[in-house]
């Protein structure tokens, strides 16, 4: 009994991703964002592949910090977007979290708490992103409150850039000055560096980084870097051909007859569809390999199954491995084709895929 649609994890690439990113930003510390399941990989085991050399763990929730909690991850976790109601503050002190702070209420909020032990704070400057943080001019102010209170102990400032992907490189510049200006004179560590900064922003690494995509592997940017060029995807998203057939000229394939034959067409139906996480937007042309080769998607995704050209296949027959997303065929090439990003994709592969868990290769580099 098993459906060959797995996805095949692989924790040494994880920690090679980890170390590059370390290597990146010289001494800065470094906090690995693991929301969202670890990018779809799986919060825990990425945890503890990664424990004992990240400074910190990055949630997005509460919820998501208990389960490493309950996991026994001991680790730092910064909750990236703070606590959602006043109740969450017990949290906090009963599972050891630090919250990100970005509007007046959250500072309220912990300003007006009273843990047993002092918490530590990550205070969101909004420098352009527009969507989470408080004013820049307000940095000085809140920092003071912040620094007055004698249950909070450790600040960081923080920023998050909406544009730090672009080769163009204005937008970034405009928020590092900002932040800049707003920030100097206070005494608190900074972080602005997400994956796609410390890959092409050796000027914004500063105390603290938070990569995200990087560990999975993946690169963030639009353009070529030599530094992401030792990326290593982690996960291989795999199933095999279940079935093969023979096409006449004019027959069409699946849902819709999107694809129509224009040539005597080999097809091999792969058991994975997009209740399985595969995007049902990927077009006829989407990549593919089998066996090892590289080749296409043709015909509609549908729901446990998709459709490959498999003409110049002639030796594929069911069974045989197919790769839908990992080293060979990487997530950003479907998620181009689809519309979309590799995020996107890593995040959505669902309940349906098991995980596997390797180590690839023994060192740590
Ligand atoms: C998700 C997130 C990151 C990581 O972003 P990547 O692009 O995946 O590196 C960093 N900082 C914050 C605040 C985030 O929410």
Redesign the pocket.
Known sequence: MSRPTQAHIDLAAIRHNFHLAKRLVGGAQVLA?I?ANA?GHGAVAVARALETQADAL?V?CSEEALELRESGIRAPIVL??GIFEPLERQWLDRLNLTP?VHNRQQLNWLLEARPRQPLGVWL?LNTGMHRLGLAPQQASAAYTELSRCPHIDRVVL?T?FARA?EAASAPTDAQLACFKRHCAGIAAPRSLA???A?LSRPDSHADWV?????LYGLD?LDHDTPQAADLRPALRFESALTAVRELAVGESIGYGGRFVCTRPTRVGVVAAGYADGYPRHAPDGTPVAVNGTRTQLIGRVSMDMLTVDLTELPQAQPGDPVELWGPQISATSVAAASGTIS?ELLTSLSRRVPLHYYNATAADT
Do not use: F, Q, T
Not at 210 to 214: C, D, F, S
């Open positions: 964002v929301k990018y990055g997005a990236l977007e990100v969101k923080m998050h992907d997400n994956s796609a410390i938070r990569p995200g995509i990087m963030p995020y």
